[in-house]
């Protein structure tokens, strides 16, 4: 295995890429308030459902962000399957937590939006169940990596429930066009007024800024985190007599 | 060094197995029968007695002009269609507020031989069009795709 640590020593310009990624969250956050104050200054509200329509400026850019980080976490998981590389394996763990994050807040927001509109706060519905399925699966993920110790083997089983968990995401996706659902099938440019077509897509971007910055910023802390203890390890092997370990 | 390799390939091999064969589960295995969240007016009425006396979830269109309200007994009669059958539905209880003619709904309730389905709950189905309100448009226009446009696709 390449140890993180020569990784991290190798990745000399850590300050010009740690400027770069504030930046890109910097206008992630800038463009995330101008497209809300955008959606909510021009768009009208909707004939049936009025300003609750407003809640699809977050729910929408939610679950689309949700999964992209799935489909992140599916490749870094197979890139170390493949190379071994632990890199890889925090990459992983870093998009998912971000993941897991946007799909409780899509799930939240389709409650809140459901009860005025359907009736009702939740169903077991295919669309919710997947995605309920797709939430538990990586809070299943988080909580399997604090109990395993070893980080090799940690990474191992992290990689294979990583990948049955973004395997839920194609199934989410199509849940609505596969079966017969209460949730609508997607809205595409011929079902959306355009006046909410450029809200949404300006809502998308922001949080999808946000979110490469919240899994690059997660992904440098696991790195340093990891190198700490790569180094606590040979501190202890090498062991000076009567040094301190703490 | 090698049995660690070794050991990192069955992880592989297993990994994609498993991913191999819950793919091949969902294409063949036939699922997309057993997750339908509701039957049409059609269906409900082809299973006939079969049908009879079971909780089940019945969904459409809420068939233009067929709205009884009563606002004293809380007691609301109409139609659900999905443009070949119509099953009369009868339900307690204020409704969502957004239902009306045309709306999709799906109503949880039995039916029995006395033609009637009687709700026990009542939702509204919106379907994946927003629009703006225009002057002069009906609201019904909508909600023709919903039934229309159900899993033709």
Known sequence: ?246 | MSSDTGRRTAVFVIAGVIVAGAFAYLMLGGIEDNLEYFKTPAELTQLGPEAYGKTVRLGGQVAPGSVKWDAASLDLRFRVTDGAQEIEVHSKGAPPQMFRDGMGVVVIGRYGAGKVFESKELMIRHSEEYRAPKPGERPQEMYRSLIKGEKAS
């Not at chain 1, 497209?35 to 729910?59: C, E, F, N």
């Not at chain 1, 011929?190 to 949080?207: C, G, K």
Request: aromatic share 10%.
């Open chain 1, 1 to 246: 295995m390449e140890s993180v640590v020569n990784r991290a020593a190798t990745a000399a310009p850590m300050a010009s890429r740690e400027v770069r990624w504030t930046t890109v969250g910097v206008a992630g956050l800038v463009l995330l308030v101008a497209a809300q104050v955008y959606g909510v200054l021009t768009s009208p509200p909707d004939r049936d459902m009025g300003h609750l329509q407003k809640i699809m400026y977050v729910h929408v850019p939610a679950a689309w962000n949700a999964m992209l980080a799935f489909l992140l976490v599916a490749l870094a998981s197979l890139r170390y399957l493949w190379k071994g590389r632990l890199a890889d394996d925090l990459l992983a763990a870093s998009a998912a937590e971000v993941g897991m994050l946007l799909t409780g807040l899509t799930l939240a927001l389709g409650m809140i939006w459901g009860k005025p509109t359907w009736g009702i706060w939740w169903t077991w519905e295919p669309r919710l169940t997947s995605t309920a399925v797709l939430f538990f699966m990586f809070v299943a993920y988080l909580i399997l990596r604090t109990f395993v110790d070893d980080a090799e083997r940690r990474a191992q089983w992290s990689a294979v429930v990583g990948l049955l968990g973004a395997l839920n995401v194609p199934i989410v996706y199509m849940s609505v066009r596969w079966w017969r659902t209460l949730h609508q099938m997607q809205s595409s440019p011929m079902t959306l007024d355009s006046s909410y077509t450029w809200p949404l897509r300006a809502n998308a971007v922001a949080l999808m800024l946000l979110m490469a910055y919240a899994v690059a910023h997660r992904y440098r802390s696991a790195l340093m985190t990891q190198t700490a203890d790569e180094l606590m390890d040979r501190l202890a092997l090498k062991g000076t007599p009567g040094g301190s370990r703490a």
